[in-house]
């Protein structure tokens, strides 16, 4: 199966981080959740702390098949701004890894230089500084374009996980959860 980082930095969206974590786990796929903090518990941007599986120093240099980034305000930017988080990203992406981000954490995909020449979505809200990443910004609920997923917010969560695992996985894993979980497939696109 494959290994997923999540990293998780000071005001995370909660909802985009702990049900992409959920679903994917669901889907059998190793998830590790990492603080990019020494300390383990990471704070949500709605003042809910999560335990972090382990530190992000911890686990820089192993392989993962793919990174998401959970979006929220101010993590994004945090993790638009941590060094670490950009040379794991950029290095998953040279490797033919995925590379994910939902709401607002597409910014740190663009200043990554990721979404260059890409299709991608984000939360509207930070649209207008994505115009310069050198891609196409569309607005649907999910997009995927080689190995970049992007996705709109805590409303789009459950599409971009089940997205996430029929590509990690395999599309007819990612319908059973959706049918299990009663994600609409109308909706999740799977």
Known sequence: MPKVLVPLAVGFEEMEAV??????RRA???VVTAS?????????????PLVADTTLDAVAEDHFEAVVLPGGL?????????????WLVQRTAEQ??????????????AAFDVLRG????????????LQAAGGEYVEQRVVVDGRTVTSRSP????EFALELVAHLVDAATAQQLSQAMLVSPSTSGV
């Open 28 to 30: 059998g796929i190793t």
């Open 118 to 129: 890409k299709r991608f979505t984000s939360h509207p809200s930070v649209r207008e500084p």
């Open 96 to 109: 033919d890894g995925w590379v994910a981000a939902i709401c607002a954490a597409p910014l740190a995909l």
């Open 36 to 48: 990019l903090t020494d300390h383990p518990t990471v704070t949500g941007s709605h003042d809910i």
């Open 19 to 24: 049900i992409v974590v959920d679903v994917l």
């Open 74 to 86: 101010p993590g994004a930017t945090n993790l638009r701004d941590d060094a670490r988080v950009a």
């Open 155 to 158: 409303g789009t969560a459950f």
